[in-house]
Each structure stands twice: as structure tokens, then as C-alpha cells.
């Protein structure tokens, strides 16, 4: 079930153009401007968060880092047009100098998202479940946000025991918590 939403969701997402003001609108409802929060760099079809960093200049902006296959994602220090950056294995730009911190609040990217149980679907590699969950674990504040689309809205999303809920998923148009 969960491989046939990605394939359907990737390529509804692929023709989502988003405004970046109204984004910002809904996540200054969650965050404030002094607050340090991760973005992800956006793959080819991944709906382009880079877009909200205008609006995000007075907050500290982290980018994940891939560590084993197993462990957690780490996050370290972005500047945009300043940060000198590398691809990783999965060709996902990550900084190269590793100023590693804690952000209190974490963007997640997702394909679809249930926004009563705050679930997602991303590409089922579990990095981001398997950071919210050490996150969790070792008692860290950090809130984790997925970043969506109305049109990537779904009922029900299946899930297992592995698979870790968001503490809000924001859209053009809504905070869901």
C-alpha cells in the first residue's frame, strides 16, 4: 500500500508550484524568528523549501547530514550562497563543514500525509523516522514539521511501529497539530 502512495504521490507533487509567503504564514504560527530549524535540500519533484529562506533570515537554518544507513540524521550549520556543500550518496546536498546542533524545530519532507494522525509517506528509507525517534528518545525539544501540499492530504495513511508521528505538518493553507 504505502509503494503504491508514493508512486501516486510523486507524481501528483511533481506539478506543485508553492507560494513561499503562504508557507511561511503557517509556519510562523509554530516557530519564532529567533528559533534555529532544519530544512531539507529538495530533491528533483521535492517541493522547494529553499523558496521560505528569504523569509527565515533571522532564524539559525541547519541542513541534515547522512550519517551510516542506520544511525540518526545530524544537522549542521546552513548559510545560504555561503555554505559550501557536497552531494552524498543519494545525491542530496549536505553541508561539508560539520558544525553539528540540536534545532528545535526539524522540516520534513514527505509524498503524502494524514493530517489527523500526523503521518507521512516519504521514500522509505526511514532516516527521518529513525531521527524523530533518537530525538525522542534522548529527550531532545526538537518539533518535527512536514512540509506538504493540500493536494498531498490523504485519509489514512498505513503505518507500523517504526514509522513516527509529526508533531505538525504545515501547507499553503494549514497548521495540522
Request: glycine fraction near 2%; charged fraction near 25%; charge should be negative.
Given at each position: 500500500m504505502?509503494?503504491?502512495l508514493r508512486i501516486l504521490f510523486k507524481q501528483i507533487r511533481k506539478d506543485?508550484?508553492?507560494?513561499?509567503?503562504?508557507?511561511?504564514?503557517q509556519l510562523q504560527k509554530i516557530i519564532s524568528t529567533d528559533s534555529s530549524i532544519s530544512i531539507y535540500y529538495p530533491l528533483a519533484n521535492e517541493l522547494n523549501i529553499l523558496s521560505i529562506l528569504p523569509f527565515l533570515s533571522k532564524n539559525k537554518i541547519l541542513?541534515?547530514?547522512?550519517?551510516q544507513e542506520t544511525e540518526p540524521l545530524l544537522f549542521s550549520k546552513f548559510i545560504i550562497?555561503?555554505?559550501?556543500?557536497?552531494?552524498?550518496?543519494?545525491?542530496i546536498f549536505e553541508p561539508i563543514e560539520q558544525?553539528?546542533?540540536i534545532p528545535q524545530?526539524?522540516?520534513?519532507?514527505?509524498?503524502?500525509f494524514d493530517p489527523l494522525n500526523k503521518h507521512r509517506i516519504g521514500y522509505g528509507g526511514g532516516f527521518y523516522d529513525r531521527t524523530i525517534a533518537h530525538y525522542r528518545s534522548q529527550n531532545h525539544n526538537t518539533k518535527f514539521i512536514g512540509?506538504?501540499?493540500?493536494?498531498l492530504k490523504v485519509k489514512n495513511i498505513p503505518y507500523n511501529i517504526n514509522d513516527q508521528q509529526l508533531d505538525f505538518i504545515i501547507t499553503d493553507q494549514y497548521v495540522y497539530h
Open positions: 504505502k509503494n503504491e506543485i508550484k508553492i507560494q513561499p509567503e503562504l508557507y511561511v504564514e541542513l541534515p547530514i547522512l550519517q550562497n555561503q555554505t559550501k556543500l557536497q552531494m552524498n550518496k543519494f545525491k558544525e553539528y546542533e524545530f526539524c522540516i520534513v519532507p514527505l509524498l503524502c512540509f506538504g501540499h493540500e493536494l
